[in-house]
Structures are given as structure tokens and as C-alpha cells.
């Protein structure tokens, strides 16, 4: 494969930069449905009178689809590029946002919150800015990474006072149609300035030397290369470590705080907009922590901040029982903006993990290891609605849930630290043996 030709000296912006910053406003706008679930939790079971669990059911389904969906999506992104998935993945959130208006039973917010939406936000998951990074960025990958995964993240969380505030002034089903809105708004961006790769522009990643030439394209069918690249990495102890510790980062982030902080301030007196408004600031917060995780990865062993990371929020989930009350007072003022200077801080250690222990492959096998992130918070979002159903309060959801943290933060400090050799999936062209 001939070698493309380096960028000029004379140019001031990397065009990597350009398409970073689309990847960015894509995922926040994707982000706005995720945020909208916690928001309509109340407003469902009043007018439908359904409970807690039923919802959470949808809400289960989105998850578990958000996280399995991902590494599918590398694999077609690697195979018809990320500008093709990106503009399908918004189409069915706002396809999916749109149709749930039309629900009137448990079945059909299944179908659209948890299928269509969960597809397509799958498709956008955090593997998305890991694909980004990796194929646009040799340096300042973690920073990169870092500032994606802050926009979905803390999109998710900014959209939540607006879209509460406009189910108290609107009703639910406005609120719904404006995000979707939103959503389908993006797309024509994509589709004008999101490119795929940077030899299809002719020049090199950012931070590239002059003599770099881009690696082969794999071809073929992109289930069987992202299920030949789990079967490989699951033969490998270090794929377990990062999977365990990242079902628990997603148990206590979008299955717990995401989905029930709001419903449980509300049962300790909280209104529903001041709780919405919390979460609100933990997204401003999670911006600072997530782009200052991305910076110290570049220069710090990601096994010792993953492990202080999670030994954090493990605390903060112990105490957080202790602070709910109708007002908000000083000591939960503090945990909020702990917590979101934690919230997806470990997304950037993990990536870079997958790729120092897995080189070329470390975005597929980032897509697995997001996988388990999303069946970790699926199964939190189910076992917190249970815990609530049957207790009457969260407690013991929050209790348990620190406990999760400290055994990841063990599990992170142990992983090793010897690179893998390279996975090698069947494709169609010749891969060198590793020397």
C-alpha cells in the first residue's frame, strides 16, 4: 500500500482536530435521549401508572443494546467507515426518540427506548471515540479520548434539567420530540465534515512522522471479525481484569446514579428538577475529570489511576445514603462534584490499556470491554429497581455498590503489564506474524 503524503509544516490545524470536534457535538446530541429515561421515569408511572420495574425493563434493554451493540459497530466502522454508522446511529435515535410518544404499554417503551435507541446510541458508545482517537491522533490519544468521552457523557447529564423542566412546562412527549429533533439536526454535519480515515485526505494522524504509512483495511464480515477478535482476547487474563472492572464503572454510573439517582432524591423529598439539576452539575464537573484523566494518561501508569479512580467513588457511593434529604446542603454539593470529576475518568486508562496490551486491535477489544460496562449497568438499573420495589428506599443498592468499587480498584492495581502479541483475526488480506 503506497504511503500517503505527511501534512505541510505550514498548516496551523490538524484536520483530526476538525473531525474530534464533530465526533463531539454527534455524541452529545445522542446523548440527549440517554439522559431522558431518568427524566421520565415519574411522568410514565403517573400517567400509565406502571412501576418501576416495568420502566426500568426499557431502560435494561437500552443498556444492555448500548453496550453490545459497540463492538459490532468498531468493526463496521472499520470496514464502511465512521461517517456511514455515525449517520445511521442518529437516524435511529431519532427515529426510536420520535415512535415513543406513541406508547401506551410497557412493551412498546421497550421497542423504542430499549431497541432503536439502544442500537443506535450503541453505535455512538464510547468505542466510537476510541475509533476517533486511534485512527486520527498517534499523539494526544488519551486527551482525545478524554474530551469524547466527557461530550457523551456529560451531554447525557446536561440535558437532564432541560428536559425535566420541559416535561413540567410541556408534558413528557414534547420533551421526547425535541431531543429527537436534536439528534436528526446532527446528521447533515456528519455527513458534510466527519471523515473516515486521514489517508482518505491524504495526509497523516496527528503527531505522525513523515515516514508513517496506514495500516491494512480489513475487509470482509464485520460480526465474524468482532466475534474472532472476542474469542481471542477472551483467552487472555487481562481481558477478564478490564472487563470486571469496567461492568462495575458502568453498575455505578449509568446503571445506578444515571437511572435512580433522581427517583430516590425524590423519595427522600427532593424535587425531581433540583435532583435533575444535580446531576446536571456532575456532568459540568465530569468534563474537568474526564479531559484531566485523558491528560494524565498520557503521562501516568493507567493501572494506578483506574485504581484510585474506583477506590473514590467507591467512598463516595458508601457516604451518598447519608446526604439525601429534601434540601441540598454543603457535604452533597461536595459529592456531586467528586463524583463528577470520577464519573467516566476511567474511560481514558481503560483505552489505553486495550491499546498498549492489544496494539492494532485495541478498539475492537475496547468495544467488548465497553460491553461489559453496559451489562454491568443494566443489571444495576434491574437489581436498584428491585431493591427499591421491595424495601421501599436505595439503601442498600448504594451500599452495595461501594463495595463493587473497591473490588475493582483491586482488580485495576493487579493488571500486568507486559504487552500481548496481536491478535490475529481471519481476514481476507495477509497479516505479518508478530515477531
Not at 368 to 389: E, K, L, N, P
Request: aromatic share 8%; charged share 10%.
Amino acid at each position: 500500500m503506497p504511503t500517503t503524503t505527511a501534512p505541510t509544516r505550514t498548516r496551523r490545524l490538524h484536520p483530526g482536530w476538525l473531525v474530534a470536534a464533530v465526533a463531539f457535538i454527534a455524541l452529545v446530541s445522542a446523548a440527549g435521549f440517554r439522559a431522558a429515561p431518568s427524566a421520565l421515569m415519574l411522568p410514565l408511572n403517573e400517567e400509565f401508572d406502571w412501576s418501576s420495574s416495568e420502566i426500568s425493563a426499557a431502560i435494561t434493554v437500552n443498556l444492555l443494546l448500548y453496550g453490545l451493540t459497540a463492538p459490532f459497530a468498531a468493526a463496521l466502522m472499520n470496514r464502511f467507515g465512521v461517517r456511514t454508522i455515525t449517520s445511521v446511529a442518529l437516524l435511529l435515535v431519532s427515529a426510536g426518540a420520535a415512535l415513543s410518544i406513541f406508547a401506551t404499554a410497557p412493551w412498546m417503551l421497550i421497542a423504542t427506548w430499549g431497541l432503536l435507541i439502544g442500537l443506535g446510541t450503541g453505535s455512538m458508545a464510547l468505542v466510537f471515540a476510541a475509533t476517533i482517537a486511534d485512527q486520527w491522533f498517534l499523539k494526544r490519544r488519551g486527551l482525545v479520548v478524554g474530551v469524547l468521552t466527557a461530550g457523551g457523557a456529560t451531554g447525557q447529564l446536561i440535558f437532564l434539567p432541560l428536559i425535566a423542566q420541559m416535561v413540567v412546562d410541556s408534558g413528557w412527549r414534547q420533551a421526547t420530540l425535541v431531543v429527537a429533533a436534536a439528534a436528526l439536526a446532527v446528521v447533515p454535519l456528519v455527513l458534510i465534515f466527519l471523515r473516515n480515515r486521514p489517508e482518505d485526505i491524504g495526509i497523516t494522524p496527528f503527531g505522525a512522522p513523515e515516514s508513517w504509512t496506514p495500516p491494512p483495511r480489513r475487509s470482509g464480515n464485520a460480526a465474524k471479525l468482532a466475534l474472532a477478535t472476542l474469542k481471542k482476547a477472551s483467552k487472555v487474563r487481562t481481558f477478564w481484569a478490564l472487563v470486571a472492572g469496567f461492568a462495575i464503572c458502568g453498575a455505578t454510573t449509568n446503571g445506578l446514579v444515571g437511572a435512580h439517582f433522581i427517583p430516590s432524591a425524590h423519595d427522600h423529598g427532593m424535587a425531581e428538577t433540583t435532583a435533575a439539576g444535580l446531576l446536571a452539575v456532575v456532568g459540568i464537573f465530569d468534563v474537568i475529570g474526564t479531559i484531566a484523566s485523558g491528560w494524565l494518561t498520557d503521562r501516568y501508569n493507567p493501572r494506578i489511576l483506574l485504581g484510585v479512580y474506583y477506590a473514590g467513588r467507591g467512598v463516595g457511593l458508601l457516604v451518598l445514603p447519608f446526604l439525601l434529604s429534601a434540601t441540598v446542603h454543603p457535604p452533597m454539593i461536595v459529592f456531586i462534584v467528586i463524583y463528577g470529576l470520577d464519573w467516566v475518568a476511567t474511560v481514558p486508562p481503560t483505552v489505553a490499556l486495550c491499546r498498549e496490551l492489544f496494539g492494532a486491535d485495541g478498539p475492537l477489544v475496547f468495544g467488548w470491554v465497553f460491553a461489559s460496562h453496559q451489562i454491568g449497568a443494566a443489571t444495576a438499573a434491574s437489581v436498584a429497581a428491585i431493591v427499591r420495589d421491595t424495601t421501599g428506599e436505595y439503601t442498600m443498592a448504594w451500599f452495595g455498590a461501594a463495595g463493587l468499587c473497591i473490588i475493582a480498584s483491586i482488580i485495576s492495581l493487579t493488571i500486568r503489564r507486559d504487552p500481548l502479541p496481536p491478535i490475529a483475526v481471519a481476514a481476507p488480506e495477509k497479516v505479518d506474524a508478530p515477531t
